[in-house]
Every structure is written in structure tokens, then in C-alpha cells.
């Protein structure tokens, strides 16, 4: 009775209920945290070639398009800011009360107070440099000097009204460092997402398009993960962990389900996997050559991410999850 013919694993598969009735279920909209590109000012609406579909917004069209975008139901969004020049080599810019971020923050939890907001917290997009902290004199990311600058940033967004920070900087003890400048200033709710696991990786290319924050020398390998050790890459998830975040993050997410999978047994904790925007134009590039569907590569992506143990889904794809995900 083990095998063929008295087992046939068909009977399960003969139809879309039965399939639907067996297997796991496509994650529902309040699942999907979408990732946008603030700019300030006012109906601004610019074009990202390198990831159809996505722009950079100014707040104003922001709120325009969020509005279908909740009504669908999706749970969150992802704030980041790309300022018009005013870059130095602290990126003070990405802790002024002012900037696009930080007004956004103010108006979104104005207009939709149902959706989750979040805001990446790093300095790259704010650094004449282009990396993630500031650098010594020899041009070294200054891993210390850095974690002051980033919980000023923390603190500023907690300020406009961010449910959650997402520190993505990969700086050792930053998760200890906006925590603490949190409760110190009584923000002891707002919540820490952590890129805790975030690797060095070739598929950000479209996202510092987006974000006009590519490094102008050097890579970001000195501090990222290596895709290459993944004991190491655990350990990252492991510190934020016990430095206080509530919530850690894989990413890239597709080519690190190995990684989801294993963290999934090392921690409580929700697992945030980032689609990122390499992978976003991977599917994308390969549908509009026609060599793939679109919707059904999105699922079957998004399945493999639930099944390697993801809880929250951080992507692009969000926006149109009727049109691609809807069951
Ligand atoms: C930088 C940051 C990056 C992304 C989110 N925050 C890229 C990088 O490290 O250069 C990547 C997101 C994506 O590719 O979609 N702190
Ligand atoms: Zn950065």
C-alpha cells in the first residue's frame, strides 16, 4: 500500500479546489508592505525606467496614488526619501523635520491612519559619498560616528509619526543605538524593523537608479553580509535580535530562501522578506519579452517566500496585488 498504483498523488491535484483545499494559501494584501520614493514639493511624478511602475513621488501625488493602493487592502508602506542635491558628508539632510520623509510621514498618518507606516532609516541617499555612514579621514566607514546620526534619523521619523523604524545602514550595535534614543525620548511604542540579514548583493542596481544613492567609490561589502557565509549572516539576525528589534528582515529575498528558511528556526520573531528591486526587474524584463506571465511568476515567487517561512512581504508588487496576486 506504499506506492503506485494503490497511491497516486494525482487524486489530490485533479482540481482547483482540491489544489487550493490541500496547499498553502497566497498571502492576503495585509501581508505586503509596499516600498515608495519620496521627493518634496508638489506634483512630482518621476519615472523610474529601470523598475516599470514604480516613480518617485512628491507627497502630495503620493497620497493620490495610496489611495487605491489601501482600499486594496495592503497592509504597509515603506518610506524612502531621495532629496533634490543638499548632500554632505554626514547626510544631515536625513534628519531634518522637514524633508520629504518626514512630511510624508505627517500626512500619510493623517489620510490613512489603517495603513502600517514605516521609514528606512539609513544616511546613503543623504551622503555626498554615497555610503550608508560617515567615513574617517581614510576613508573608512566609521561604524561609531555613524550610530549617533542614524538613531538622530530614527528619532526624526518617530517625530512625523513612523509606526516603525527600519534601520538598513548594517552598522554593528545600530538596532541598541535607535532603541535607545527611542525610549529616551519617550518612544517607547514606535516599533524597530531591522534589515537584520542584509547581503551584499548585485540586484539593488534599479533601486540606486531610484535612489540616486549608489556609493561613489568603494562597494558596500565592508559591511552588507556575505552572501558567502551564512553562518555569519545569521549571526546579524541573531544580534538585532537580542539588541531589541521586533521585527528582522532577509534580503534580497528570492535568492536567500535558504536563509529565511534557517532563521525561521532560529527565531519568534516576524520575518520581513525584501522583494527587491533587482528581482522585481528580473520578472519584470522577462514578461515583457514575452517569455514569461507576469501575475503567474509573481505568485509563484511569493509562494516560494511563504513557503521558506516569510511573514511580512516587502515589494514592489504590492500596488497592483488585485490585478497579480488576488486569489
Ligand atoms: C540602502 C538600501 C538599499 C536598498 C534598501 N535600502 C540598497 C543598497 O544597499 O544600496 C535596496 C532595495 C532594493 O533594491 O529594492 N540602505
Ligand atoms: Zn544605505
Given at each position: 500500500m506504499n506506492g503506485f498504483p494503490a497511491v497516486r498523488l494525482r487524486r489530490l491535484r485533479a482540481t482547483e479546489a482540491l489544489r487550493r483545499m490541500t496547499g498553502l494559501a497566497l498571502p492576503g494584501p495585509e501581508k505586503f508592505v509596499w516600498p515608495v520614493f519620496v521627493v518634496s514639493g508638489r506634483k512630482r511624478r518621476e519615472e523610474i525606467s529601470a523598475m516599470p511602475g514604480q516613480y518617485r513621488l512628491s507627497g502630495d501625488e503620493l497620497l493620490r496614488e495610496l489611495a487605491p493602493v489601501v482600499k486594496q487592502g495592503i497592509g504597509g508602506v515603506l518610506l524612502f526619501g531621495v532629496p533634490d542635491g543638499g548632500k554632505d558628508a554626514r547626510g544631515s539632510a536625513a534628519f531634518h523635520p522637514?524633508?520629504?520623509v518626514q512630511q510624508a510621514l505627517r500626512s500619510i498618518r493623517r489620510e490613512f491612519p489603517e495603513l502600517v507606516v514605516i521609514s528606512d532609516v539609513c544616511l546613503c541617499a543623504y551622503t555626498n559619498h554615497g555610503h550608508?555612514?560617515?567615513?574617517?579621514?581614510?576613508g573608512e566607514v566609521d561604524n561609531d560616528a555613524t550610530l549617533k546620526l542614524l538613531a538622530k534619523?530614527?528619532?526624526?521619523?518617530?517625530?512625523?509619526?513612523?509606526?516603525?523604524?527600519?534601520?538598513?545602514?548594517?552598522?554593528?550595535?545600530?538596532v541598541a543605538a535607535i532603541r535607545g534614543a527611542l525610549d529616551g525620548a519617550g518612544f517607547t511604542a514606535t516599533g524597530l524593523m531591522s534589515y537584520s540579514t542584509k547581503f551584499a548583493s548585485a540586484m539593488y542596481g534599479p533601486f540606486r537608479e531610484a535612489e540616486q544613492s549608489a556609493p561613489k567609490s568603494g562597494d558596500r561589502r565592508g559591511y552588507q553580509a556575505s552572501a558567502a557565509d551564512l553562518r555569519t549572516a545569521l549571526r546579524e539576525s541573531a544580534l538585532d535580535e537580542a539588541e531589541g528589534a521586533d521585527i528582522l528582515m532577509v534580503k534580497p529575498a528570492l535568492f536567500y530562501l535558504d536563509v529565511i528558511t534557517r532563521l525561521r528556526q532560529q527565531t519568534k520573531l516576524p520575518i520581513a522578506a525584501y522583494n527587491v528591486s533587482g528581482e522585481y526587474a528580473m520578472l519584470h524584463a522577462t514578461a515583457a519579452r514575452g517569455w514569461g506571465d507576469l501575475s503567474a511568476m509573481v505568485r509563484e515567487a511569493t509562494l516560494a517566500l511563504a513557503r521558506a517561512g516569510t511573514d511580512i512581504f516587502i515589494s514592489y508588487w504590492a500596488n497592483r496585488y488585485e490585478e497579480l496576486l488576488k486569489p
Amino acid at each position: 500500500m506504499n506506492g503506485f498504483p494503490a497511491v497516486r498523488l494525482r487524486r489530490l491535484r485533479a482540481t482547483e479546489a482540491l489544489r487550493r483545499m490541500t496547499g498553502l494559501a497566497l498571502p492576503g494584501p495585509e501581508k505586503f508592505v509596499w516600498p515608495v520614493f519620496v521627493v518634496s514639493g508638489r506634483k512630482r511624478r518621476e519615472e523610474i525606467s529601470a523598475m516599470p511602475g514604480q516613480y518617485r513621488l512628491s507627497g502630495d501625488e503620493l497620497l493620490r496614488e495610496l489611495a487605491p493602493v489601501v482600499k486594496q487592502g495592503i497592509g504597509g508602506v515603506l518610506l524612502f526619501g531621495v532629496p533634490d542635491g543638499g548632500k554632505d558628508a554626514r547626510g544631515s539632510a536625513a534628519f531634518h523635520p522637514k524633508a520629504a520623509v518626514q512630511q510624508a510621514l505627517r500626512s500619510i498618518r493623517r489620510e490613512f491612519p489603517e495603513l502600517v507606516v514605516i521609514s528606512d532609516v539609513c544616511l546613503c541617499a543623504y551622503t555626498n559619498h554615497g555610503h550608508c555612514g560617515v567615513l574617517t579621514k581614510a576613508g573608512e566607514v566609521d561604524n561609531d560616528a555613524t550610530l549617533k546620526l542614524l538613531a538622530k534619523t530614527a528619532l526624526s521619523h518617530a517625530e512625523a509619526g513612523a509606526h516603525i523604524v527600519a534601520p538598513s545602514a548594517m552598522m554593528d550595535g545600530q538596532v541598541a543605538a535607535i532603541r535607545g534614543a527611542l525610549d529616551g525620548a519617550g518612544f517607547t511604542a514606535t516599533g524597530l524593523m531591522s534589515y537584520s540579514t542584509k547581503f551584499a548583493s548585485a540586484m539593488y542596481g534599479p533601486f540606486r537608479e531610484a535612489e540616486q544613492s549608489a556609493p561613489k567609490s568603494g562597494d558596500r561589502r565592508g559591511y552588507q553580509a556575505s552572501a558567502a557565509d551564512l553562518r555569519t549572516a545569521l549571526r546579524e539576525s541573531a544580534l538585532d535580535e537580542a539588541e531589541g528589534a521586533d521585527i528582522l528582515m532577509v534580503k534580497p529575498a528570492l535568492f536567500y530562501l535558504d536563509v529565511i528558511t534557517r532563521l525561521r528556526q532560529q527565531t519568534k520573531l516576524p520575518i520581513a522578506a525584501y522583494n527587491v528591486s533587482g528581482e522585481y526587474a528580473m520578472l519584470h524584463a522577462t514578461a515583457a519579452r514575452g517569455w514569461g506571465d507576469l501575475s503567474a511568476m509573481v505568485r509563484e515567487a511569493t509562494l516560494a517566500l511563504a513557503r521558506a517561512g516569510t511573514d511580512i512581504f516587502i515589494s514592489y508588487w504590492a500596488n497592483r496585488y488585485e490585478e497579480l496576486l488576488k486569489p
